[in-house]
């Protein structure tokens, strides 16, 4: 067996998520039927982590055992064209036996990307969440710094998480807006997230932005321990899975 | 009755292109419908020119008269949250009653993006066309000129076009790449261009990058007036209306 790391982009819109479910099609089950008919056996992916429903990857990671050792471009290029259309396979590696994609991630790097423009652009309805409301970009430039460092997160984490630890460290955090001046690009760099913990983060950062809570609200949000005191979800066609580090 | 001017913005994915058609879904059928819907009467609009299935419009240019005066950003918003998310109403303005959103075009400006990167981008399937082969980006600046001033573009209109008088102006035509480097984006400016003109151009010059036909091919290929002496139809999915001017 040989040990395969690939980095795989995928538009979320028409998944049901990463990981494999009872129903609704996914981007485990997609990648590991092409795999399998490739190898002519059962072959099983790990992801570094799920996506939700309608969340995006640019840079997921998966590995997988593959029977024999095969040329890598030759890999890449066989399932890349043999996943489906909305699944890219950018690049294939071979890595040692104890390389696993989820228990040695260092980092992650995620996008949040949300359509502040007047309509909403139709080429973005998937692709960026929207927020029709006025946004002063200043104020969360203000509040992004509070998130940095190491904390524990439970206020920014979906009720029903069953993770015990819920203590993150974030090491970037920013926000760009676009030269139409029409989009917001929220990027979050740290050594792991909580389940919807950058939804929250954004969906808090825009009611900051929107003037519906103090721009220096996030320390006693975070100290609170309570998702109660954060803003609300923000929708998941604006995620991205954008990097994933070792 | 008070004629409206609209520009809108469509996703052509879900659209067997702009006009009424006997089969299949028609942006000028949808936003009849919606403004019909308001009026209490059927209204039909008028675009500058049909986009074909799966062409996108960022600046599409419509006129209808309406049964009665409404303020303009009502009328707009009405008009973007009532039509299906795959079509935008970017803004609405009162015109002259003489106002003809087609017979007054004097320029109209479209951009042909291509995914020149491998593997293709999930996320440009349907806006952008895939071209898997290299190019030489500087082959095709050299033969960009030679499409400006006015030409018979016999030789660049789908056989079966209708219209006589194949002569066209073309005040700017050029290309960029992405910061990326793996997408391309033409622009073309003219003062109008035939059926399938700016998709066989790019196929053209797609083909003179691959280094499949001289940089200096065009002036024999206008002179020749004859379509066999082109390149392919690029696909519609990367080309977009993005500007009508009067």
């Known amino acids: 067996m040989v040990r395969y790391k690939a980095i795989i982009a995928y538009d979320g ?3 049901n998520g990463f990981q494999r479910q009872s129903t609704g ?50 890999m890449r290029f066989g399932l890349d064209t043999q996943t489906p259309d909305d699944v890219a396979v950018k690049s294939v590696e071979i890595v040692a036996d104890d390389f696993h ?13 949300v359509d502040i423009g007047k309509p909403r652009s139709p080429f973005r309805r998937f692709y960026a969440s929207y927020f029709p409301y006025a946004v002063d970009v200043a104020k969360i430039e203000r509040a992004l710094p509070d998130f940095l460092g190491t904390h524990d997160f439970t206020s920014f984490c979906a009720t029903g998480s069953s993770v015990e630890d819920k203590t993150r460290t974030i090491y970037e955090a920013n926000v760009t807006v676009n030269e139409a001046g029409d989009e917001l690009v929220f990027t979050f760099r740290g050594d792991g ?43 998941p066609e604006g995620l991205y899975l954008k990097e994933v580090r070792y």
Do not use: C, W
């Not at 056996?41 to 095969?70: C, K, M, N």
């Not at 994609?101 to 990307?113: H, N, T």
């Not at 913990?197 to 320390?219: C, E, F, Q, Y």
């Open 13 to 15: 819109t028409n998944f």
């Open 25 to 74: 099609r996914t981007v485990q089950e997609e990648v590991e039927k092409t795999i399998t008919k490739m190898a002519n056996q059962r072959v099983e992916i790990h992801g570094s982590g799920r996506t939700d429903a309608g969340v995006h990857a640019l840079g997921q990671v998966i590995h997988f055992d593959f029977p024999y050792e095969r040329p890598l471009e030759k």
């Open 101 to 113: 994609s989820r228990y040695l991630v260092k980092e992650k790097i995620y996008e949040f990307r």
């Open 193 to 235: 997230f909580l389940y919807k913990m950058i939804r929250i983060m954004v969906g808090t950062l825009l009611k900051i932005g929107n003037d519906r809570m103090p721009a220096d609200s996030i320390p006693a949000i975070i100290a609170g321990k309570d998702r109660n005191l954060a803003g609300p979800t923000a929708h």
